[in-house]
């Protein structure tokens, strides 16, 4: 009896619910992103990857070209059925003016909100985990190709050929 009587304390305290209220981090290696926007399109089975920062794990960044269009992040690659990263309301358009220190959210499913760059250019992105905050700054245009020619001609008064 007195055996029993202590096992039925021991479990009571077990009882006890737990709330916790704060938001826990994202615990993850890798971080993708895809999208009218991003380098790969919209290729989930091979994404942009993010990088982990060395001296926070809870810190991604990605610097580098962006084009003008739709994006959105995610912790796998190679299924539409994972949760995505998305930003704290429908449609945020995003341009030279940057957003800093914003909320994100994380959801498989619709709605299918998504980041919607303006502007094309060179952008910095960085996503804390821990926080579940984001930044993106424009950094400047995207660098001009070079115009790629076989040959050079110039004609005119001033030549030997003249205008032919």
């Known amino acids: 009896m007195l055996v029993m009587g202590f096992a ?3 479990c009571e305290s077990e009882k006890d619910l737990v709330i916790i209220e704060e938001t826990l981090p994202i ?14 399109g ?6 942009t990857e993010f990088t982990k920062s060395e001296e926070d794990p809870f810190i991604f960044v990605y610097e580098g070209p962006l084009n003008k269009g739709e994006m959105k992040a995610m912790l796998a690659k190679g299924s539409w059925d994972v949760p995505f990263i ?8 995003v341009g030279q003016e940057g957003i800093q220190n914003q909320v994100f959210q994380m959801w498989a499913g619709n709605p299918d909100w998504k980041w919607k760059f303006t502007v094309a250019g060179m952008y910095r992105m960085e996503f804390n985990l821990k926080a579940w905050t984001y930044s993106i700054t424009y950094l400047g245009e995207l660098p001009k190709d070079p115009i790629k020619v076989e040959s050079l001609y110039v004609i005119g008064d001033g030549t030997p050929g003249g205008w032919s």
């Open 8 to 10: 039925l304390t021991a």
């Open 27 to 40: 615990k993850t290696d890798v971080m993708y992103f895809l999208g009218d926007a991003a380098p790969c």
């Open 86 to 93: 998305r930003p704290g309301s429908e449609g945020l358009e």
């Open 42 to 47: 919209w290729n989930n089975g091979a994404p």
